[in-house]
């Protein structure tokens, strides 16, 4: 800072405080009656406000040549930068505009610094006037800017006003033509719009055929890829069902055609009996046993109970295998032949199975002749224990084990059964059924069976509960049979049907002889030959197996009668020999034969067997064809005419 700058601003903050001074004494000696002092102190006073306002005043002044220099400066840098471009910025209106208002700054330049050149007298003396300078100046600094401006902005309007007028004159002048290429466009693009319209539905629509016929490859491509697999599975199927048919095997299945005529039980019978038996099939529970031996005299109804009980696995894809023994057939009571036939039939559970099993049979072609261990090892075990497809529990039925011949061949059954079950993972389930022959009772006391298995005692289910199912056995029947014959019901009557009942006892193959043979009548109507069987006569035998020897003999005795009906006395003697060799072959002989071959067996007349037998129908299966086998319908007819204390009729 310079040395007069610095003598200015210390006399500017002094003469403030002279000032506050002298006002202060002069309000001091007011009251104090000195005359003069007053006056002077006020007089002083009056010099140091003049000094002031004259300070004031060149503050001002150079505050405003200040501001007057900065806008020449504006003005000057405008007019250097408009005539280095040279683009026509600044014109004639605007440049006399300036140069007018430059004019006027430099007069107010002038103006202002005529009083900063005078003395210090002059501006003391002067220092009032020179404040309306200052005051002047200002007023017209603002004056000059404002009609600049306003200038500047009548001229600008003008500008504008004539530029409006050219635009406004160039548009009518091209109005029409862009209206008219408006109008020549909007065409054009509505041709254009529609010709995109159209192609995009066309491509829309090409769109949809493709996607159409793309599905339509696609499903057809998988229908061929389903068919080619199914091919390729019922080839492979095809080929292993070729290699099984090598293995040995029985027509021992439940639905085989050598059970022709063998059915469940009725809707509504032995339901505690099935009930009891699918819970244990159902179990998961570890404890359970995996064998379960349904055992009961001859005739209550054991087959009926695993018909039933396959048949209905079956449906549900559990049933593994089912091999129905009968000691009328050589294939069906041969115990060689239970394995491979067991085999067999799993293999129709899962492809998978069925490739392990062929493959056992591949590795040794002569499997099916091995010993049945190694039978049950290399076709069962082998292959269950490779399997992992197993979803739930797969039940075995094996029924009439007591028909199995010879006896070692069921006890080797029990005795692989006990030793190779328990280490099958597969959840696999064997149901037993069989008489309580002492050779079976021996093996299920063993500790190796009894430890899996459970007896299911059928004979010792409580009467009242079979006689309520043989009930509803007898007039389910014997309605079917009124509505088929006509006859008037209600029939038989309430005292007929309970004698019919109290006769049955718990036997079903009483019930069902009974509906047979009524049934079955070619002579007699279904009345007539119910009233013949309800004549009881003596007969001798065991107490359980009473009535069903009453009844085989009533059916015998009246097959016999019809037979010699027809026939002089002395003949009658000729057809009691026929009824008896036809009879006694069918019975003695082990395995079955055909009308025709039993006739040529017996040097008999053609047409002679079933002439013999045709009154015998509620008892033997008897074939229309002469070529299909004769069989007996239950075991316990086999029985009663081989035990000379049961068949008591000298005839026979």
């Not at 002279?18 to 006002?23: F, G, P, R, V, Y």
């Not at 003999?553 to 010699?564: D, G, R």
Request: with cysteine; charged share 25%; hydrophobic share 40%.
């Amino acid at each position: 800072m310079s040395s007069g700058t610095s003598t200015n601003s210390k006399r500017g903050e002094i003469l403030p405080a002279i000032e506050t001074i002298l006002e202060t004494a002069k309000a001091s000696v007011a009251g104090l009656g000195l005359i003069g002092l007053e006056a002077a102190i006020g007089g002083v006073l009056s010099i140091v406000t003049a000094l002031k306002n004259v300070r004031g005043n060149d503050e001002n002044l150079r505050s405003f040549l200040d501001g007057i220099q900065r806008f020449e400066n504006t003005v000057a840098y405008i007019r250097k930068v408009a005539s280095q471009a040279n683009q026509g910025i600044v014109g004639t209106d605007l440049e006399e505009r300036i140069a007018s208002f430059v004019k006027d700054l430099e007069a107010m330049t002038t103006r202002a610094k005529d009083p900063l050149r005078a003395g210090l007298g002059r501006r003391f003396l002067m220092n009032k006037e020179y404040a309306s300078v200052v005051t002047q100046l200002n007023t017209d600094l603002h004056r000059a800017i404002q009609e600049f401006m306003m200038k500047g902005g009548a001229a600008t309007e003008a500008a504008v006003e004539e530029i409006l007028q050219s635009v406004q004159a160039g548009f009518s002048a091209t109005r029409d033509d862009i209206k008219a290429a408006h109008t020549e466009l909007s065409n054009e693009v509505a041709g254009v719009s529609e010709r995109v319209y159209r192609t995009e539905m066309g491509v829309q629509e090409l769109s949809q055929h493709t996607r159409a016929w793309s599905d339509n490859v696609t499903a057809s491509l998988s229908q061929i890829d389903v068919r080619l697999a199914d091919d390729r599975q019922r080839a492979e199927t095809a080929a292993l069902n070729q290699h099984l048919l090598t293995l040995p095997r029985a027509h021992a299945r439940y639905d085989s055609q050598s059970r022709q005529g063998a059915e469940g039980c009725l809707v509504g019978t032995r339901k505690k009996v099935l009930e009891e038996i699918y819970d244990w099939i159902q179990s998961d529970d570890p404890e359970s046993p995996r064998i379960l031996w349904l055992c009961g005299l001859a005739g209550i109804g054991k087959s009926t109970i695993a018909h039933t009980i396959a048949e209905e696995a079956d449906a549900d894809r559990r049933l593994g295998a089912s091999f129905f023994f009968s000691r009328d057939e050589a294939d069906r009571r041969n115990p060689q032949l239970v394995y491979p036939t067991i085999a067999s039939q799993l293999a129709r559970l899962d492809l998978e199975l069925k490739r392990l099993v062929v493959a056992a049979v591949e590795q040794d072609h002569e499997v099916g002749n091995l010993v049945m261990r190694k039978q049950f090892e290399k076709l069962i075990a082998e292959p269950l224990a490779a399997w992992r497809g197993a979803k739930g529990t797969i039940i075995i039925v094996m029924d009439a084990l007591d028909e199995c011949s010879p006896e070692s061949g069921a006890e080797e059954i029990l005795i692989r059964w006990a030793a190779e079950l328990p280490k099958i993972r597969v959840p696999l389930k064997v149901l037993i059924t069989s008489r309580p022959e002492f050779h079976i009772r021996t093996k299920f006391q063993e500790h190796s069976l009894r430890r899996i298995s459970q007896p299911y005692i059928l004979h010792d289910i409580e009467t009242s509960v079979v006689k309520e199912d043989i009930e509803l056995f007898f007039r389910h029947r014997l309605n079917q049979i009124a509505e088929e014959h006509r006859i008037e019901t209600p029939w038989p009557s309430e005292p007929v049907l309970r004698q019919l009942i109290d006769r049955a006892g718990i036997l079903f193959i009483f019930a069902s002889t009974v509906v047979r043979f009524v049934q079955n009548g070619k002579r007699l109507k279904p009345q007539s030959r119910l009233e013949f069987l309800l004549k009881e006569d003596a007969c001798k035998g065991g107490p359980q197996y009473r009535d069903i020897d009453i009844l085989y003999m009533q059916v015998l005795q009246y097959a016999l009668s019809a037979n010699e009906e027809d026939h002089e006395e002395d003949d009658k003697q000729k057809v009691r020999e026929e009824f008896t060799i036809v009879l006694g072959a069918i019975v003695l002989l082990r395995d079955p034969l055909s009308s025709r071959s039993l006739e040529s067996l017996l040097s008999l007349d053609e047409g002679m067997a079933p002439r013999v037998l045709i009154h015998l129908h509620s008892v033997l299966i008897v074939p229309e064809p002469i070529d299909e086998e004769i069989r007996l319908l239950h075991p316990s007819f086999h029985d009663f005419l081989t035990s000379p204390e049961r068949c008591l009729d000298p005839r026979l």
